[in-house]
């Protein structure tokens, strides 16, 4: 825990996050403390438990690893969802240049335009 002071909002999102159940959502400006107040929750989790924090992208991903416990895998949704393929389907192969492969064959059907 920080010896940071939280408004009554962010401790209400935080105990949400550790005690609560369902879905919740974190709406403030930019600047508002949003990755901070996330952070927080997830320091917060007990450390017997597995949490996952996603990111859009690795960067974000990777420097957030840095701020939370071992307990938290934070990762990208992309990697969390490839992972999961893997696992459930341990023989197929996922193609990493799939989308290339697709955006040239259609190109290549447009090769008549000036």
């Known amino acids: 825990m920080s010896d940071r002071i939280w408004s009554h909002y962010q401790e209400d ?6 005690n609560g ?7 403030a400006v930019a600047g508002g403390a949003k990755t901070s107040t996330g952070v927080e929750a997830l320091r917060r989790v007990p450390g017997h438990l597995r949490v996952g924090a996603f990111s859009f992208n690795r960067h974000i991903a990777e420097n957030l690893k840095l701020l939370v416990p071992a307990n938290v895998d934070s ?22 240049d799939k ?7 259609l190109l290549s059907s447009y090769s008549d335009l000036p």
């Open 99 to 105: 989308v290339d492969d697709i955006l040239v064959g």
């Open 75 to 96: 990762t990208t949704f992309h990697s969390f969802g490839a992972r999961a393929l893997r696992q459930t389907y341990r023989n197929t192969k996922l193609r990493e």
């Open 21 to 27: 159940q369902g879905n919740g959502v974190s709406e």
């Open 13 to 18: 999102f935080i105990n949400f996050a550790v």
